[in-house]
């Protein structure tokens, strides 16, 4: 028996020590691109001969795995392949047993098929970065444009000039059918398109419109995007109306629009006299950052008739106009993502506008006053042509932009100021045309290649006279006189170019990009004085100017983008070498300066969840003057602003910071954002200004200048289902704080708003509809060097109300309430009311509307505005009742 249980212990011995030579381990890391351990990888090994599973194992948390290697399996053949979602799939032969197998993951992006829920209620369709709205859902009947849907939509805002924002960030585009045919002069689109034809309106997150950047350039742009009903898509669409009515009264629209894969027109002729401002129409809302992105800026016109405050009304309360538009905007797509596309517009205006406004301002120990009214009459003609070619493909882009404009205006302007009566005439002529290309090409290495090129010209030669015998002290040594005559013009020849090259990789893309730019300009100007028998002098020798300008920089960058699905950022560090050279004999002026900038900006998304992020810009930025800051001659701007510069060429940095965070829920249609901005802008001089009763003359001296201010907002918007509500608010609250120099006084001012506005859009059910908005703003300015304080509250309310008793019969209430307080001033109170039937033919397939706008007949309209230590109480006269029938149709 013993013996038995000795040969027992020693063949378990033996099997003991043999068993490592029967069956082993596979072991190894698996991480990301970033060093982050990936848990949770699918890890499989395989027969390479066969394809067949051998074994298998999940990593831990910490991104590491054991697998086991079946006894008595051959080494040779046998590979691992590891899976997970996010990543790109990845295999390694087996070489070495003992040794570790180390996987290091790159990121994939998959489009994730889109979740639709079905349900009776509206809801948001979300694919990716795409977020879907139903037209459908939110339109009623009673809506007859797309932009009419689009201020329901939750999450979603539209500011009174047009302009969409999505969560409180504005929109970089709205496309048609995926086309950009209207760059972002969207209100076109908006304004025209009728919202029948419009399937869905599409939210584009992170959009990046450039093919072959997409996925290794940081984008944080918004777009949008109208996808058309495929009836839509066949035949020409038209919404046509023709109106006429009381006093005297006419408006015209007349439109055809295709939406078809492969041509997009929206083409239309417009006209009215109702108030109607189609000037509206062309507005571009991301003109600031294509002026930063071509880095020039255009000069300013120069002249005016007077400072004019726009009342706080919608532009059809108080436009006196006779306007006329032709606007033609066509797109065509040809094969190989080859476009091209023709935008071109014509508008002829006549505007009247009466007012009269007492100004105060108060300074230390004294108080200047002005009391204006005016009569002014305007008749603009504004031609654009824009030629555009754009091919976008994965590996290629090419973006040419051939822009012609002309605007022509003269206006005229009876004015009596303090007493004294005086005529203006003021004729501007502004001609300009530019071409942008820009090349993107991507190499066989991968690797990114860009070209770009623009240059431009332009002129505006302004005239303004006023008269007879306007301040004669001042101008004339007190000798009546005909006109003064004030003339100024500013040609610019500009030119922008660079080469840029970008290395991708799976973790980060790398750009280096190295240019140059000039701009060269010459400002020439003259006060002449018309006598009274017609001989012309100049005003004084000190009111002429003969200025040229020359700036030239060479400039290099490097850059960093990490388009990551969680932390998206991107890091660019430019660097400048900037010679500007301006010279003007006539004050034996001629300087130069060189200045070498370093102007870094760092941007970063974090996305914190699945539908939420946080976001982070700072941006430091080296600003130098333009010619209009360094002129010596005095120019007498408007009737009573005469302005000189006695200091060195303006020089600015400017630090901005801001952070972000945005929540989404699109279940639920809810969205909230808030939001935080600082910005801070030191100078090297100070605008100084001497004001008296009659005039008020500022200079540019020599002083360091500070300049702060801070924003914090925040929106909220919920569609509640039980309500079938869309509400929304939000909450601002500004502060900036400058400093002035008045009449040798050093004055420090803060000036501080807080706005809360309020909004509820309901669809009661399919034959009522409501909305009511409702905005307050209190402003507050205060300086050290005055004893008082100033403060002034605003409340807008608007509301709205739509019945529908039957399918071919629908009625229209809506009106706007205005109040204004300030302390030491009566109350402002304003009611305006509007009404509209409309009847549907069904055997004509026509609509006859009748409306009456303003039909309480207000004809007066009085205002407050407060800046810094200035008060100015306004006055103007409305239209009052329009009464018009329309006749509406299809095409």
């Not at 020439?524 to 012309?536: D, E, I, R, W």
């Not at 030191?682 to 360091?704: D, E, G, H, K």
């Not at 309209?861 to 810094?868: D, F, H, K, P, R």
Request: proline share 3%; aromatic share 10%; glycine share 4%.
């Amino acid at each position: 028996m013993s013996t038995f249980i000795k040969h027992v212990r020693l063949l378990v011995i033996a099997l003991l020590f043999s068993a490592p030579l029967a069956a082993q381990n596979i072991h190894g890391t698996v991480k990301d691109s970033t060093g982050k351990a990936v848990p949770y990888v699918s890890i499989n090994l395989k027969n390479s001969a066969t394809n067949g599973i051998i074994s298998y194992a999940i990593s831990d948390v910490k991104g590491t795995y054991t697998l086991p290697l079946p006894a008595n399996t051959p080494v040779s053949g046998l590979v691992i392949e590891v899976r997970c979602i996010g990543y790109k799939n990845q295999s390694k032969s087996i070489t070495d047993l003992q040794a570790p197998v180390d996987f290091i993951l790159s990121a994939s992006i998959n489009q994730l098929q889109a979740v639709v829920i079905k349900s009776s209620r509206p809801l948001l369709r979300t694919s990716g970065d795409t977020l879907s709205y139903k037209v459908s859902d939110f339109s009623s009947v009673q809506d007859r444009v797309i932009g009419d849907v689009i201020k329901k939509l939750p999450g979603i805002t539209v500011a009174a000039n047009g302009r969409i924002s999505y969560n409180n960030k504005p929109i970089s585009n709205l496309y048609i059918g995926g086309d950009n045919l209207l760059d972002d002069k969207y209100n076109i689109a908006t304004s025209t398109i009728p919202q029948g034809v419009v399937d869905q309106v599409q939210v584009i997150e992170n959009h990046q419109p450039v093919k072959v950047l997409q996925n290794k350039v940081m984008s944080d742009d918004v777009a949008l995007n109208l996808s058309f009903k495929k009836g839509a898509k066949l035949q020409m669409v038209g919404q046509e109306s023709i109106g006429a009515g009381l006093p005297g009264n006419y408006d015209v629209n007349l439109n055809a629009m295709m939406f078809k894969d492969k041509y997009k027109a929206i083409n239309y002729l417009k006209g009215n006299n109702t108030g109607n401002d189609l000037q509206e129409d062309l507005v571009s809302h991301n003109f600031a950052d294509y002026t930063q992105r071509i880095d020039n800026n255009v000069p300013a016109t120069v002249l005016s008739l007077g400072s004019v405050n726009d009342p706080a009304l919608s532009r059809e309360r108080y436009l006196f106009d006779r306007s006329g538009l032709l606007n033609l905007n066509n797109l065509v797509n040809f094969k190989n993502h080859v476009q091209l596309k023709i935008n071109a517009y014509y508008l002829h205006d006549s505007q009247r506008q009466d007012y009269s406004q007492h100004t105060t301002i108060f300074l230390p120990g004294d108080t200047v006053r002005y009391n204006e009214t005016q009569q002014n009459r305007f008749y603009p003609n504004i031609m654009h042509t824009q030629f555009t070619l754009n091919i976008n493909q994965d590996k290629y882009y090419l973006n040419d932009v051939l822009l012609m404009d002309n605007n022509r205006s003269v206006n005229y302007s009876d004015l009596n100021t303090n007493g004294t009566m005086v005529n203006q005439v003021f004729r501007d002529n502004a001609l300009s045309f530019s071409n942008e290309f820009n090349l993107i090409k991507s190499l066989r290495s991968n690797n990114i290649i860009q070209a770009y090129s623009y240059i431009s010209h332009s002129a505006e030669p302004e005239s303004r006279t006023i008269g007879p015998d306007y301040n004669n002290a001042i101008f004339n040594n007190s000798v009546p006189y005909n006109q003064l005559l004030q003339n100024v013009n500013v040609p610019t020849w500009f030119t922008n170019n660079y080469i840029s090259f970008k290395i991708p990789s799976n973790f980060i893309t790398q750009s280096f990009r190295t240019g140059f730019n000039i701009q060269s300009q010459t400002m020439t100007s003259n006060l002449n004085v018309v006598q009274a028998n017609n001989t012309v002098n100049l005003q004084s020798d000190s009111s002429i100017n003969h200025l040229n300008w020359n700036r030239k920089k060479l400039y290099a960058e490097a850059a960093y983008d990490l388009p990551g699905s969680i932390l998206k950022v991107n890091l660019t560090l430019p660097i400048s070498l900037q010679q500007i050279d301006y010279s003007d004999s006539l004050y034996s002026l001629k300087k130069s300066l060189t200045r070498l900038y370093f102007t870094p900006q760092l941007r970063v998304k974090y996305q914190t969840g699945l539908e939420n992020y946080l976001t982070f810009l700072y941006s430091y930025r080296n600003e130098t003057g333009t010619i209009e800051d360094i002129y010596q001659g005095y120019i007498l701007k408007d009737y009573r602003t005469l302005y000189a510069n006695n200091a060195a060429l303006t020089e600015r940095q400017n630090q901005l910071a801001a952070i972000g965070f945005n929540y989404r829920k699109a279940l639920t249609l809810f969205f909230v954002s808030l939001n935080a901005t600082y910005n801070h802008t030191s100078s090297n001089n100070i605008a100084s200004a001497v004001i008296t009763n009659n005039l008020q003359q500022r200079v540019v001296l020599p002083y360091p200048n500070n300049t702060d201010s801070w924003t914090l907002s925040s929106t909220v918007s919920k569609y509640s289902f039980a309500l079938k509500t869309t509400f929304s608010g939000g909450i601002q609250w500004q502060s900036n704080k400058s400093v002035q120099i008045q009449n040798n006084t050093l004055l420090p001012f803060n000036t501080t708003s807080k706005t809360v506005n309020i909004s509820a859009d309901t669809k009661v059910n399919e034959q009522v509809n409501f909305s009511y908005k409702a905005a307050f703003t209190q402003t507050d300015s205060h300086s050290a060097a005055v004893a008082s304080a100033y403060h002034i509250n605003q409340l807008l309310q608007q509301a709205s109300v739509n019945y529908t008793p039957v399918t071919n019969l629908q009625f229209k209430l809506s009106g706007e309430h205005y109040f204004t307080r300030q302390q030491g001033n009566p109350d402002l109170k304003y009611f305006f009311a509007d009404a509209t039937a409309k009847l549907r033919i069904e055997k004509w397939k026509t609509d006859l509307e009748l409306s009456a706008a303003n039909f309480l007949n207000v004809k007066t309209y009085n205002a407050l505005y407060l800046t810094a230590n200035t008060l100015t109480a306004s006055s103007y006269t409305l239209p009052g009742r329009i009464i018009l029938l329309k006749l509406m149709f299809n095409i």
